[in-house]
């Protein structure tokens, strides 16, 4: 099954490129009305839950957001943890609470087999660890990753550490197809630039960061 794992944008359906997908990850405040997709909304948006099937979590730092989102996951809801973006956030996390937002998010309890890691561009071993331990899962959306100056998130480093790991087109601005094919090969030629090797993982591998 083909999943765009995470996007914002309201207008997927209607995206050339998301005519494969077998399931769509959309968090907004809308509902599209197609089976394929599965819902969240935002923590600490407002918007109500009946919309959603999941919860959005911004911001592990957002201590409002994160206490809704700990209530969600009591209910057994998918929750998707924007974590490890950029520098600032590991930093700032870090100086605050003594952990990186992935160690934050386990110290809250949010992380689990119904969890997902978004973004993840600062991860470390230590974080890795942590998600595969759990059995949550990590998506990535290398054109947003990238486009907005972020950096590139550890692909080896992912994959040689066991972690589950799918592909989203998140904002869809650097993707506006939804092409889940693109976002692969700018991951792959962005690990092979930052690597130095033309096949910085293994083909099965990639084939499975767009199955769920």
Known sequence: MTVNALTFDENILSAS???PCGKI?????GRLFDERVVHFVTAGSGA???LGDGVY???VMDD?????AIERAAEGRRIIISACV???EVGTCDKKYGATPVGLAHKLGLLGESTYIAGGVYLDKDDIDLIVQSGAKVILTPSDSMGFGCGIPPLRMLET???RVLLGTGSGRFNAEADLGFER???LLAASGMLCTPDPVSADFLVRMTEE
Request: no cysteine; charged share 20%.
């Open 57 to 59: 979590l911004p911001s």
């Open 64 to 68: 409002a957001a994160a206490d809704e």
């Open 25 to 29: 990850f959309y968090a907004g405040s």
């Open 86 to 88: 950029t520098l600032d």
């Open 185 to 187: 090969r700018l991951m």
């Open 17 to 19: 490129g998301s005519a």
């Open 161 to 163: 550490l066991g972690a």
């Open 48 to 50: 109500k839950y009946e």
